[in-house]
């Protein structure tokens, strides 16, 4: 409850609260009477407010010193004479705000949208929109929509299902029933149902890139029912689908800073070419560490995918190659030949400034030096030192 006043009111309650039950019987008696005065002049008009005035204080007074006959008497008399009158929440305050909605509002709940089939509510998720500037809103609704999700995996499905059946793609309802399936455990058979889902929904691919990508990084480096090995086909396949839709990206302009470069981390990891690329690395990790002694080499699907973001001159290509380098450590471990001859000479100032400069903005920030790495790099920092000397 947020509450708030007009002029001393609020200041001359407290100090009757708390000097009432110390006075004496004739200054209660004074007190008492003065409060049944009421105002010393009343508008037209306003006679009712003004009784109930004299309500108020008398019974703030009361609930100040609940054995105090002398008020006691006074508030069962004008209770009597007003028995309509009731105590306020906040006596004490002349302005009383309800309840504060903070963050999104929403025209459904959670649990009403999970109370009728999915189906159900399809119409109404295409067509709702708010019909005042304030209150719920679509983005509610799409937030409830996410918590719906991640209760109830079936009930989601069933909304995916009608809503592919229809071939309706309203972005909004596909992000949040993503972002539900993200934040959820899902068993084996529902990872590869949303995953085929949404590889032969092409339609999403673009718009939906950066939420399906956070699904698939995520999914695959749960230590509680991740994404299973038999669905690594159909990721291999979206991923690389996706990788096609933001790989031709051109880089955004931005205001230019006093800083000499960009932070290339934040950029990458908030975009949608960054979270594939972590996605990919990810898999890496989780394949090497299942495998343990018997690793071999990077697997040749996912060598190839890191080929193609070594070699494109694309934006997306650029932010990719950030992350790979600030998992060298990652890389050298997993293949370190390959690594040592396709990775560290993006650390190389001579061959190309800026890749250098992005290459070790990504070590710095994730990498780690250790002394099977040091004499492969040490020679690039040697470069990229003398090169700002």
């Not at 947020?2 to 006075?23: D, I, N, R, W």
């Not at 793609?169 to 149902?193: I, N």
């Amino acid at each position: 409850m947020c509450c708030t006043t007009l002029g001393l009111k609020h200041e001359v309650f407290a100090v009757l609260k708390a000097a009432y039950p110390q006075s004496s019987e004739d200054l209660r008696t004074a007190v008492i009477a003065r409060a049944n005065q009421g105002r010393a002049s009343i508008p037209e008009g306003a006679e009712r407010t003004a009784e109930y005035e004299k309500y108020n204080l008398i019974l703030w007074l009361h609930q100040s010193d609940p054995d105090c006959l002398i008020a006691q008497t006074a508030f069962s008399e004008i209770q009597g004479t007003h028995s309509d009158f009731g105590a306020r929440e906040h006596p004490d305050m002349d302005i009383e705000f309800g309840p504060v909605q903070m963050g999104l509002q929403s025209p459904l709940g959670p649990d009403e949208l999970l109370s009728k089939p999915a189906d159900e509510w399809i119409d109404f998720l295409l067509s709702y929109e708010p019909d005042r500037p304030f209150g719920p809103n679509r983005e509610g609704l799409t937030d409830a929509l996410t918590t719906a999700t991640m209760r109830n995996y079936q009930w989601s499905w069933q909304l995916a299902s009608g809503l592919k059946q229809r071939g309706a793609w309203r972005v909004d309802l596909w992000a949040a029933l993503v972002r539900g399936w993200t934040g959820s455990a899902l068993p084996d058979s529902a990872w590869h149902d949303a995953l085929t889902l949404l590889d032969s929904s092409e339609s999403l691919h673009e718009p939906l890139a950066n939420d399906i990508a956070n699904l698939l990084e995520d999914g695959i480096k749960k230590s509680v029912q991740p994404i299973p090995p038999s669905c690594f086909a159909v990721v291999r396949d979206l991923s690389t689908k996706l990788w096609t839709n933001v790989r031709t990206e051109i880089e955004t302009p931005r205001p230019m800073k006093k800083t000499s470069e960009p932070d290339w981390v934040m950029r990458a990891i908030n975009h949608p070419a960054g979270r594939l690329t972590l996605f990919w690395l990810s898999w890496l990790a989780r394949q090497r560490r299942e495998a343990a002694a018997n690793w071999k080499c990077i697997p040749t699907e996912l060598r190839s995918i890191f080929e193609s973001i070594l070699i494109s001159e694309t934006y997306a290509a650029e932010l990719g190659r950030v992350l790979l380098a600030s998992q060298l450590n990652l890389l050298f471990s997993a293949d370190e030949e390959w690594a040592k001859e396709r990775v560290l000479p993006l650390f190389d100032w001579d061959q190309d400034g800026k890749r250098a400069c992005q290459a070790f903005h990504g070590f710095l920030t994730w990498g780690r030096q250790t002394e099977e790495l040091l004499p492969y790099l040490l020679p690039y920092v040697r470069k990229d030192f003398l090169a700002h000397c």
